[in-house]
């Protein structure tokens, strides 16, 4: 006969922590899936059920006649995910017209090589699969930012319900229904800092590996590393890079930009960086002016945004002082905050390009805030959430 005592031990020990479901990871996971699977699925009532609808494929790169038939084509010039798709179809391309589909700048689509390169593999060279599990992948990734969220969180004595937060930056509303890369760039990233935290150095800077090969972008954190590490070695400032955990994911960036130069030879990637990079806060405070709905009244909430991300910055800014994140996630955020105001205009242009291209400065400025003693983490979150929600609205409905 088994005392309750034992009873109640026995019990503890058959049932996972994880699932006390009131502070578990298991709670953003449910709730981000419920939230993104209900958007999809509107989506693509919208849609009719045409999966190909969210590639964005415009005539302008996309030539009809020799397309796959089951990819719907724009009257326009598309989106980026056309040359994401294009790249599902054959992921170590050499040729820049192939499907019907030009790739506008080869060696700047194909560094991103791992998102195209998993619907590839996941697809088994079934063309019809591809947009499917385009949206497929999103979604599970998605998700999985979700569970990793509450998982960080819960780790550094945190609500784990705040995970889900993060897969509700509006960026990724635009990467979802448009087939862009940056939420599976993100949930590696999440997962590499997770990793971190937990001092599993070599296995977090494989996931930075693998998030760099996704978008180039996260390649700031590699910097970021690069420098706490000298820092250590000259001023002996204890911090946990061990000298591979930058060195791993910088040299496979260096080799693998090496052969995309090698492989498009006659093809400048200088002209795309230009494109989107130039000097500190002209691009921003341009189009700040720009945007003021004094001077021009239609794009409102385009300068709300952009007043909101002045907001947050300064909010990160204070929140860093009483946050409890590893030095690596602080001196990343500050180096992504030199990256957001030396954008340019063509990327300040529409929210759809800026919010995404934030994907890093927000995750990263999300992580410090809910982990300070800062009053303001709450009306911070309250405020992603709302902006979330009239983008997904905006999307369904007016898009």
Not at 11 to 34: C, G, M, R, V, Y
Request: net charge positive; hydrophobic share 50%; charged share 15%.
């Amino acid at each position: 006969m088994i005392s309750s005592g034992n009873h109640k031990s026995l019990k503890e020990n058959l049932i996972p922590q994880d699932w006390n479901l009131i502070n578990s990871p298991i709670l953003p996971l449910f709730l981000t899936a419920l939230i993104y699977f209900t958007f999809i699925m509107l989506c693509l009532e919208r849609y009719n059920f045409d999966f190909s609808r969210f590639v964005w494929a415009g005539k302008l790169f996309v030539d009809p006649e020799h397309a796959p038939k089951n990819l719907f084509i724009r009257d326009d010039c598309g989106y980026d995910g056309q040359f994401y798709y294009r790249l599902s179809l054959d992921p170590f391309t050499c040729k820049q017209t192939d499907f019907g589909i030009k790739i506008d700048s080869p060696i700047y689509r194909q560094q991103r090589i791992l998102y195209p390169l998993v619907i590839w593999s996941l697809s088994f060279g079934n063309h019809k699969l591809v947009p499917i599990n385009m949206v497929l992948l999103n979604f599970i990734a998605i998700c999985a930012m979700g569970w990793m969220g509450g998982r960080y969180l819960k780790e550094n004595g945190l609500h784990a319900y705040f995970g889900v937060v993060f897969p509700l930056c509006s960026g990724f509303i635009f990467s979802l229904t448009r087939d862009l890369c940056e939420i599976l760039e993100i949930s590696l990233l999440m997962y590499a800092f997770l990793l971190f935290k937990r001092k599993k150095v070599f296995l977090s800077s494989l996931f930075l590996t693998l998030s760099i090969l996704t978008k180039e972008t996260a390649f700031i954190v590699v910097w970021a590393a690069f420098i706490l590490y000298f820092i250590n070695k000259l001023f002996q400032f204890r911090n946990n890079i061990k000298w591979f955990f930058p060195l791993i994911p910088g040299c496979v960036f260096v080799i693998w930009h090496a052969h995309l130069y090698w492989a498009w030879s006659g093809y400048n990637i200088i002209y795309d960086i230009k494109n989107n990079m130039g000097y500190p806060l002209v691009g921003f405070i341009k189009h700040f002016i720009f945007m003021n709905p004094a001077h021009y009244e239609g794009s409102p909430i385009y300068f709300f945004e952009m007043c909101l991300i002045i907001l947050f910055s300064i909010v990160v800014v204070y929140s860093c002082f009483n946050s409890n994140v590893e030095i690596l996630e602080k001196v990343s955020w500050f180096n992504y905050l030199i990256f957001v105001f030396c954008l340019t205009g063509s990327v300040w242009n529409w929210d759809s390009a800026y919010l995404r291209a934030l994907s890093e400065f927000f995750l990263l400025g999300l992580i410090i805030i809910i982990d300070s003693k800062s009053w303001f983490k709450k009306p911070v979150m309250l405020v992603v959430c709302i902006l979330w929600f009239v983008k997904a609205i905006w999307c369904l409905y007016f898009v």
